[in-house]
């Protein structure tokens, strides 16, 4: 699948140290663009350039209809009901944050709860904490089982009169857990609470359909699939958004203002103050049609088979710990080996072309839960090859000669 493929991605041909060819494994950190990506972004740098929304002129129309038409390509990626329920903003973290502070105001009260779980993204605990901190809220957290699934036989025990909200990640940017959300928002909706669902690590693997999911908000990041940085989406279903307040002031997200009195403009612009990154938006809009052309259903075969070659081939390594579940991940496998320290693992294979990620994965309960203080992370796309897996194994083999 991915020879023809790889050619898209000009990053992948460099040579590391000027010795080795780059085996990027990094890929839940952020992903490579295609070129049709960054030509996309560039032609509208070059040829229709203007701030978007507020002109008369040609450019200016013409690049706001480049930016809502990148809101219609998002919207079908979801499969979300309308584009006013699709909100630009930088990206995963911005989203969550917009949530907890918007939907906070407007619903939250000191003693209301929040239930996430133990393999959150910090993005996806800190977030709430800002809000314990500002309105009395506190979290309640659904543990984990030691091969790094979520205890749902525990889950309707965590919701009480107070429980507002759930937060919870589709999938582990650690061990690759898929989290079974459809039956998460079944269980909520049943306490007629909302839920949340953290994409930024599903958006790139696997078809998302936010109406199937039955979700109240979903997030991602545009560079974790393949778009440009600084982007992201918040989908928020319309009865939602509609009630609750904007997250900032300024421009474009106002109807009138008077020093007195201020109304606010409709869904999604509510949400969207100041001038927005329109260019990322045709980049990220280029990003899903190119996956979409490729088919998130053949890079879920494909990743898949090639996550399930990698376990296989790193589980017959001496001393090596493998994290998370056998089976029902995603293409991130987290690992130990031996008593190597993770970065002196991560900094050894980077010596030899090969990039991983070592370290808290911005995941310090989850360590915590799992009694270690990080990992070595390797993380795989449709652009990586069995090869490529062959050498990070190769790799780690070398590196545990030098110890
Ligand atoms: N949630 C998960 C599961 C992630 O893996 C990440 C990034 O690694 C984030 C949230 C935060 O994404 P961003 O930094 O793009 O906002």
New binding site residues.
């Given amino acids: 699948m991915n020879d023809e493929l790889r050619k898209d991605f000009p990053i992948l041909i460099r040579k590391i140290y000027d010795r080795y060819p780059l085996v990027y494994l990094d890929n ?2 952020t992903t490579q663009k295609p070129r049709q990506v960054v030509e996309a972004m560039t032609d509208e740098y070059y040829n229709v350039n203007a701030n978007v929304h507020r002109g008369v002129h040609f450019l200016s129309q013409q690049a706001t209809d480049l930016q809502e038409a990148g809101r219609e390509t998002v919207r079908r990626f979801l499969n979300a009901r309308s584009v006013e329920e699709i909100i630009f903003t ?5 989203s ?1 944050n917009l949530v907890a502070s918007s939907f906070g105001q407007a619903f939250m009260h000191e003693g209301d709860e929040v239930i996430v779980t133990e393999m959150e ?1 910090h ?2 605990i800190v977030s709430w904490q800002l809000m314990h901190d500002r309105l009395g809220i506190n979290l309640r957290v659904l543990p984990i089982t030691d091969d790094g699934r979520l205890r749902m036989d525990l889950l309707e025990g965590l919701f009480s009169e107070r429980t507002r909200l759930v937060s919870v ?1 589709h ?3 650690v061990l690759g857990t898929v989290n079974p959300v459809s039956d998460i928002v079944q269980i909520a909706h049943s306490h007629g609470v909302p839920v949340l669902v ?1 994409g ?2 599903s958006t790139p693997h696997f078809p998302v359909d936010v109406q199937q999911l039955g979700c109240d908000f979903f997030a991602f ?1 545009g ?2 699939i393949y778009g440009p940085t600084g982007i ?1 989406v918040l989908y928020g279903r319309r009865e939602w958004l509609d009630r609750m307040p904007p997250y900032m002031g300024g421009g474009e997200m106002i109807k009138t203002v008077s020093f007195e009195h201020t109304t606010y403009n409709d869904l999604p612009y509510k949400f969207e103050a100041g001038t927005p990154d329109y260019i990322a938006v045709t980049g990220l809009a280029r990003a899903l049609d190119y996956l979409s052309q490729i088919g998130m259903d053949q890079i879920q075969r494909y990743e898949r088979d090639l996550t399930r070659y990698a376990l296989d081939r790193l589980s017959q390594i001496e001393g090596i710990r493998i994290f998370g579940p056998q089976d029902e991940r995603e293409a991130v496998i987290s690992f130990l080996v031996g008593d190597i320290h993770h970065l002196d693992m991560g900094t050894l294979l980077d010596r030899l072309g090969i990039a991983v990620r070592t370290g808290h ?2 995941a310090e309960p989850l360590m915590r839960r799992l009694g270690i203080e990080g990992t070595v992370r390797a993380s795989f796309s449709f652009y990586n090859t069995r090869d490529e897996v062959d050498a990070l194994v190769e790799g780690i083999r070398r590196v545990q000669t030098m110890f």
Avoid: F, L, Y
């Fill in positions: 839940a950190a930088r990206g995963t973290t911005e969550i993204h993005s996806n990640t999938v582990s940017n953290d930024a690590q990041s560079h974790k992201g994965h911005c």
